[in-house]
Structures are given as structure tokens and as C-alpha cells.
């Protein structure tokens, strides 16, 4: 039973983590990667779609993203997605292919992502929080109806808190990349 509810709330704070690592990705660095339009959609014969699935979009240089949409007539579909995109970027098409020049970004801007990476550190760390306060919730629960013993429901909220703490320190290591990554010229 507590092996269960250990594996739960470690499956539950894998989720959170890897919801933080989605979140950094749409975070731009000023250097090209191909990740920031993962949520960018495309009207695909009245359907939108994500950009991966229409096009093949590469790194051509640091500052410059590649898109080569697979049918020519969506080149327009996919400028548009891309201006509408809450993400600031302006691209330009030749023929079939499409560039996305990646802007510099200015000190205050750095600043502003970073303070945006921070906040999306620490609504992981309430999720991950929140997990282990349901976790031990279930424990005593257990311990209540007489299913576990006082000291296995002890025992058993020490293991959460050990899981726990290393997904916070996991969170801040991401968290610490990230700053690094932001602002670095």
C-alpha cells in the first residue's frame, strides 16, 4: 500500500516536472530552437495541427529557424501561425521555405524571462508540494482505518519527503540552466 502511493505521487511529480521543461521551452533565448514553436498550430484542411506535423523545421543557424512546410500551398497557413503566435517572432518566406530570425533580446527583456522562468518554477514546486500533502493524506488515511501501523505511515512519509526533495532540487537544477541560458549574450 505504501509502495503504491510512493509510485503514484513520484508518477504525479514526473508530470510536473516534465510540464516545467514544456513550459522552458516556450521561453525563448535569443538563440534559435526549434522547440519554441512546438505550440504553434496550423489550420490543416480545417483542422489545427501542430507545426511539427505539417513542416520539418531545422536550426540554420544560431540566431535563424528553418521551416519547409511538406505541402507548398500551407507556407501562407504556417507565416500566419507563426505572426499569431503569442511569441514575438516575424517570419519571412522564399518560395517554400520559411525563416524565423530569432530577435535579440534586450537586458530588460532577459530580465522579464527570467522573472516568467522563476514563476513557472514555482508553480512546479506548489504541484510537486501539493503531491506530497496528498500522498500523506492517503498514509494517515491507511493509518486511521487501522490498515497500517503509526510507524509505517511515518516510515512511509519520509520515503514521499525524500522523493519529493529530490524533485525540488530537480526543479531548481532546471530553473538554474535556464537563467544561465536567458542571460547569456
Avoid: C
Avoid at 538563440?31 to 507545426?51: C, F, H, K, Q, W
Avoid at 511539427?52 to 504556417?78: C, F, G, H, Y
Amino acid at each position: 500500500m505504501i509502495d503504491e502511493i510512493k509510485e503514484d505521487a513520484q508518477q504525479r511529480m514526473k508530470k510536473s516536472v516534465e510540464a516545467l521543461q514544456v513550459a522552458f521551452n516556450k521561453i525563448r533565448t535569443g538563440r534559435a530552437n526549434a522547440s519554441i514553436l512546438d505550440s504553434v498550430m496550423v489550420p490543416y484542411y480545417g483542422e489545427p495541427t501542430p507545426l511539427k506535423q505539417v513542416a520539418n523545421v531545422t536550426v540554420e543557424d544560431n540566431r535563424t529557424l528553418m521551416i519547409s512546410a511538406w505541402e507548398k500551398n500551407l507556407t501562407p497557413a504556417i507565416e500566419k501561425a507563426i505572426l499569431t503566435s503569442d511569441l514575438g517572432l516575424n517570419p519571412s518566406s522564399n518560395g517554400g521555405i520559411i525563416r524565423v530570425a530569432m530577435p535579440m533580446l534586450t537586458e530588460e527583456t532577459r530580465r522579464d524571462m527570467v522573472k516568467h522562468a522563476r514563476n513557472d518554477a514555482e508553480n512546479a514546486r506548489v504541484s510537486v508540494r501539493n503531491i506530497r500533502r496528498d500522498a500523506n493524506g492517503d498514509l494517515k488515511e491507511l493509518q486511521k482505518e487501522k490498515e497500517i501501523t503509526e510507524d509505517d505511515e511515518r516510515r512511509g512519509a519520509d520515503e514521499i519527503q525524500k522523493v519529493t526533495d529530490s524533485y525540488i532540487a530537480e526543479i531548481d537544477q532546471l530553473l538554474k540552466k535556464k537563467e544561465e541560458d536567458l542571460m547569456a549574450v
